[in-house]
């Protein structure tokens, strides 16, 4: 199948590239087919975020966006919280907050419900949208330009020999190849190592989101009311970096989550546990109060920011949002930033095409050096090595001088040069970390967690998460770091089971949720996530 552009993936860069690529189309009155791929079973279902919106990259997007009424519900209260230990708190002063981090302006919502908003968008202006079909290839032409993708074969077992359901891939060809798989994309991580678009870059770095979906009676919900902490269980006990968000959105629905930095050290952290220690706060519980937990899901951020951006296009194929890491990491958002890159791309590849040229977008640099997108990352770049360095609260008090007394025009510029999987100690001289029985009300199990997550794989198929050296995880990692696979990964796909001295090491990767959490933190880069079949995974009813 030949195309004029191909997305890989429909977050909100994908479909924002696909949606001005053609708005521009009609304007040029050029037929243009555009095609999306999507791995979720739908659009959407593999969509997790906070979700608070800055609605810069819709404004861009859609000037009038507001009269076709997306799902969003407007920030009517903002707070922030540093919770000292498990009971107290201290309310943060406003002017306290660094400026871009204030939500005043902002909105609330679902992203999977806005995706699948901006996906009848897409189709209205003709998108063909493809969910349950995951890209798995690369293609290239013999000059090493990137010619389209190519979606994996269906119906293949374990052994890797054809079932009677067997269905082969297909090869989309495309003059513009968009990969928009979101934070650590397989094949975007496969385009920058090919390329080295990271030289001379700082590494990326990561955390990870753990998110829940809870119902709460009227009487205690206020749609638009969001809260954010710093602080306990992790700044204070556990020398790590990160904070919790709590979002009342509409129908009297709570999201909240807690992010860990993957920059932490300590190999017994368990950052799923961690949040559901963060939910027995009382500043926390009193929002859950009666409620019921309805959905769960977790997400790596890439979290890097300016310093970590990769070139952003080669001969034939660009980044876009997470695939590049264009989070901004103060505003704690990336779907704004998200939009405007993709929104630059389309630009890009629309002025290409309509020069007749193919495979060539060398203007996309030129175009993101000079939009708001690199001045905003740029006025946030060292807050990101500002909490490395200094820690949760020390990085904070940073941020607050840069931003609100120097507007982020800082001449100086931190490091941040050292990757997560490289921070962990030796377990021998780290602290374990006991962690209580969960209690069945506010705080829970994984098991239970994945059930509600909806997630779902073929189980006679390749496993997805593959060792390069399958002796790794006892020989070196359970010797050194107690593997910590076990624990950072929020969905129980890693077990060591056995007696000592005859340890196995196994991988349910029936339970993976596509955080992509193993592929970042191993501590020795041995495990590689690729995409499985297509529509296996989480299925996010609302997320």
């Known amino acids: 199948m030949t195309f004029d552009v191909v997305i890989v993936g429909a977050g909100p860069a994908g479909l924002s590239t696909a949606i001005r690529t053609m708005q521009l189309a009609n304007e040029m009155g050029r037929e243009t087919s555009v095609c999306v791929l999507e791995k979720g079973s739908e659009i959407g279902a593999h969509i997790l975020s906070g979700a608070v919106i800055d609605s810069r990259g819709l404004d861009d997007l859609f000037p009038s966006w507001k009269e076709l009424e997306p799902p969003l519900t407007r920030v009517t209260e903002d707070r922030f919280h540093c919770l000292v230990n498990d009971h107290r708190s201290i309310a943060v002063p406003h002017a306290l907050i660094p400026r871009p981090s204030r939500n005043e302006r902002n909105y609330v919502a679902s992203l999977g419900n806005l995706c699948r908003w901006m996906a009848q968008q897409a189709e209205e202006l003709g998108v063909m949208l493809f969910p349950g079909f995951a890209a798995t290839e690369i293609l290239y032409d013999k000059q090493d330009k990137v010619v389209g993708v190519a979606t994996g074969d269906m119906g293949i077992d374990r052994s890797g020999k ?103 050290s300590n190999p017994y952290l368990d950052p799923f546990y961690e949040f559901q220690v963060w939910k027995h706060h009382p500043m926390i519980k009193e929002h859950l109060l009666d409620g019921q937990r309805i959905s769960y899901g977790a ?43 993709g929104k630059l791309a389309a630009e890009a590849i629309m002025h290409a095409l309509g020069a007749e040229r193919k495979h060539d977008v060398v203007d996309l640099q030129r175009r993101y050096e000079k939009s708001w997108l690199r001045r905003e990352l740029h006025q ?14 020390g990085g904070s008090a940073w941020a607050c001088v840069e931003q609100n007394l120097f ?43 994945i059930f509600i997550s909806n997630t779902n794989h073929e189980e006679d198929q390749p496993c997805h998460l593959v060792l390069q050296d399958s002796d790794i995880p006892i020989r070196k990692n359970l010797r050194d770091f107690a593997e910590p696979a ?16 005859e340890e196995e090491f196994r991988i349910n990767a029936q339970n993976c949720v596509h955080c992509k959490t193993c592929d970042i933190k191993d501590p020795s880069q041995n495990i590689t996530w690729i995409a499985p079949e297509g529509s296996g995974g989480p299925n996010y009813p609302n997320m």
């Not at 946030?380 to 949760?392: E, I, K, L, S, T």
């Not at 006991?434 to 994984?446: A, E, I, L, T």
Request: positive net charge.
């Open 162 to 264: 054809e079932k009677s359901t067997h269905q082969p891939g297909l090869e989309l060809h495309a003059s513009y190849t968009v990969l928009a798989e979101g934070c650590r994309g397989h094949l975007g991580k496969q385009l920058i190592a090919k390329f080295d678009l990271d030289k001379n870059r700082s590494p990326q770095h990561y955390a990870i989101g753990l998110k829940e979906l809870w119902e709460v009676p009227a009487d205690h919900h206020q749609p638009g009311r969001i809260l954010h902490t710093i602080g306990w269980p992790l700044g204070f006990s556990r020398s790590a970096t990160g904070g919790g968000f709590l979002y009342h959105m509409e129908n009297q629905q709570v999201a909240l989550g807690l992010i860990v930095d993957l920059s932490y």
């Open 299 to 341: 997400r790596a951020i890439s979290k890097g920011g300016y310093g970590s951006l990769p070139e952003l296009a080669v001969a034939g194929a660009v980044l876009v949002g997470d695939d590049a890491g264009f989070l901004n990491p103060l505003k704690i958002k990336g779907t704004h930033t998200a939009m405007k890159s």
């Open 380 to 393: 946030a770049r060292n807050v990101g090595p500002a909490w490395h360095q200094f820690g949760m609260l």
């Open 407 to 449: 507007n982020g025009w800082n001449p100086i510029r931190l490091p941040d040069t050292t990757p997560d999987h490289k921070r962990l100690r030796y377990a021998s001289v780290s602290k374990k970390i006991h962690y209580s029985k969960p209690d069945g009300v506010y705080s829970f199990d994984r098991n239970s967690s």
């Open 486 to 501: 076990q624990r950072y990964c929020p969905a129980g796909v890693y077990e060591v089971i056995g007696e000592e001295g």
